[in-house]
């Protein structure tokens, strides 16, 4: 039997009030078979969600006397971990087993191991903790806490930083996760013991650079050992600036989650703006020394690849987590490499084989996390592998779970070993490193960002994990000519590529920008996302001069409020080029007809302050209600097939509470597979125009909807949304190598939209000077949006002048045509001249 969320929130309170008046005992409690309605309502009522299996278990971590209030709730509600199991797995009864070490001990013991090994292992002073930084200030308090943070780099030559590519395993991100140490720490001894008799480790360690940090939360790590709070999960931050260390009680106050620390989609979800929350994220993204240590310990060397170890739930983790069905561009290969290291991990659970793959999010999203940092800014495949069944496994079964690991470290190390890119590059004259940006065709063009891969600044080498096939990859650099390659990638072997860069001529380019009227559009904004050459802006008659240009390959970004955003490789050189920029979107609504083209749950329209005419979309009539997940989704499906560009536009404002509450795009492929295209959290007064660019997608067919997801506590406005658009361009962009530009044929269509006639007016202006009566050929198609032939209007020579024709809406065999939207197209020699879309109305 249930009860209702009020008498819930009343029974809460007064558990709360008991627990810090008694000081209950922590336990793990576990609901077999969780629907995922039950695994998202408790997300939304922010519980420590210890552990989840979607379908198998859902682990919460409460306190003790909580317990009666969940099992009226859910009577087959059982405990699965206690505190004192914790303590007594910790505590002196297993002497004589080799368990877990305290970071004094596990220094030692990396000193002993660099003393026997010198040439193989170096060992380095990352830097201080808080324990470590208040004791430098004076303060005794924190005298048995003065930790400085170490890695250990292996390699057979460690002296120095070599053109290799980079691993790391790290630990103990969280202190109640001591398992997590002792496995780092595990496989730099395997690999050290194998070397020179193994010969796969002895490749690994000759072929590669790899890093350890067994305790990256020294301070935490002690607090839990010495068992004065074995649930303890933050660092030691003074938070309320007492100069005391405050760990214990129901809501303690010092300490951050440094796992939600992290400057990638810091501070919305999953994370808590409250000192006392366990999982409270800190004052500012990299507030915490152990955080800022490891950020800069990744930038500062070239990692591939690495683990961030954890417990517990047995299962490999693949970025991103920080919003739900959110997917990377590389999510192809992380899955892959994920599911590779876990299939070779048995599981200590009976209900399954060995660990279990899964993007992050799928446990719980969660912001501010190491993983999505680490492969969203550095690019790295960064994986988060939970460990064990429990947060401290007894010391029974610590090396069990050490020698359960190792075959996964090892299938990670050997990732480089096939498919994957690699060779470096380089000035074509002096032979210099150039750490230029490497985009590869088909994945770096996603609209979810990871920051553009580059090339080594010291050695000029790269590395990129690609699925096996052909690829075509542009290696930039700016003041160079950009060097586009097809490359071909074998499941088998890496494959090399060197390339040495020029140094790019200079030149006049001229881009003349044009609407679908083929008239010039001023105050269009040029820019290069990849590269550091300024901005351009076009004339009135819609033309951009880029004089003294270095010409190469670009991709270029042009921009302008109420037409579509271009987003588009082109090869810039002294010539003319021609772009059309639509301002008349295929698919567009703003919202003046109610939700016609919506299915909705508690969507409405809304009169308040819309950004364009009388009316919005809005999520709610009034403030949202707390505990909700309700879908706004567009009617039609749109297929891209035939398309050269793809672009989203809509404006919105919004007001969202910051505690868990957001609202997304998603959009799907195919008719399922809901992915997460944006998010929208805390407050936007003013109308925003978002702007994506879905060239990826193009062959596909495509879906949209909005999702308003809000927690258990606190409401706001929410969401308004207006001027949705989706521009799709049919027409390839034209170059001239002559200046200036001839006058350009033009289509002018009325009616348009028609049913079932329209009359197509054609101006073709005269040609060059002094040979004005020159007649080529011209074709007058109609396409339809796949960009198959429907009709050709015309195939032969045309004079200067205007020329009518008319389609009454049938194809080739003289059969009328379904409504939808066609293009009109004038050719000739094969090369395309205009082109106009025009809609058909029945």
Known sequence: MRIDHMKRLILFAVVVMLVSLLGAE???????????????SFFRMAYDIAGYRPGLYLDLMIDEIELPVLQLQYPGLYITQTESEHRQNLSSTYRDIPGYNSYPQILTALQQLVDAHPTMLRMENLGQSWGAIYTASGNANYSDYDHDIW??????????????????????????????????????????????????????????????????????????????????????????????????????????????????????????DSP????????SAFSEPETAIFRDFLSNHHFIAGISY???????????????????PDVQQQSELAAAMAVTIPSQQGNQDHYAPMPAWELYPASGNSEDWSYGV????????????????????????KQNNLQAAKVLLNRKNRAMLTGHVTDGISRQPLPATIFVHGIDENPIWRTPIQANQTFGSYYRFLPPGIWEVSYMYDGYETVTASVI???TEPTVHDVAMIPASVGDVTIIIYNDFMQGIRDVKLSFPHNDLGEYYSDESGTLFLNDFPCGSYFIRLEKTGYEVIGMFLNLQAEIYSINMGNSALYYDGFENGLDNW??????????????????????????????????????????????????????RYEIALDGDFVALQLSTAGNNWQTLDYFNGTQADWTLKSYDLNHLIGQTIGFRFVIFTTYTGNAPGIYIDEFKLFLNYCPVSAEPSIPAAPQPRIKVLPNP????????????????GNAHKHPNYRLDVFNLRGQLVTTLHDNYLTTGEHNFTWNSTDTRHQSVASGVYLVRLSSQGRTLVSKKILLLK
Request: hydrophobic share 40%.
């Open 599 to 652: 299915t909705a749950d508690s969507w409405v329209i809304s009169s308040e302050d819309p950004f364009a005419g009388g009316y919005c979309l809005a999520d709610n009539a009034d403030n949202y209600p707390s505990n909700q997940v309700s879908y706004c989704q567009y009617v039609p499906v749109i297929d891209l097939t035939g398309a050269v560009g793809v672009n989203l536009q809509f404006h919105t």
């Open 378 to 401: 550095e690019g790295i495949f960064a994986y988060t592998i939970e460990l064990a069944t429990t947060f401290i496994p007894n010391a029974t079964n610590v090396a069990i779970i």
């Open 489 to 491: 990638i074998s499941d």
């Open 754 to 769: 028609f049913n079932p006639v329209t009359h197509i007016r054609l101006t073709i202006p005269a040609g060059e000077v």
């Open 151 to 272: 890695a250990v780099l292996l390699s057979n030559d460690a002296s120095t930083d070599q053109d290799k590519p980079s691993f790391y395993f790290v630990g103990a991100h969280h202190a109640r996760e001591p398992i997590s140490a002792e496995v780092t720490l595990a496989i730099l001894n395997h690999l050290l013991d194998g070397y020179g008799t193994d010969p796969e480790i002895t490749n690994i360690i000759d072929t590669s650079q790899i890093w350890f940090l067994p305790v990256l939360n020294p301070d935490g790590h002690k607090i839990v050992l010495d068992q004065i709070n074995t649930g303890w999960r933050k660092n030691l931050r003074d938070n309320n600036l007492n100069g005391i260390i405050n760990t214990a009680g129901a809501n303690p106050a010092d300490g951050v989650d440094l796992n939600r620390n992290y400057g990638h989609h810091w501070n919305y979800i999953s994370a808590n």
């Open 26 to 40: 922590y336990v793990v409690v576990r609901i077999d078979h969780p629907a995922p309605v039950l695994q998202e």
């Open 310 to 328: 954890h417990s517990y739930g047995e299962m490999v983790l693949y970025p991103y987590g920080y919003m739900t069905a959110v997917f990377s």
């Open 276 to 283: 006392t929350s366990l999982i409270y994220h800190g004052p």
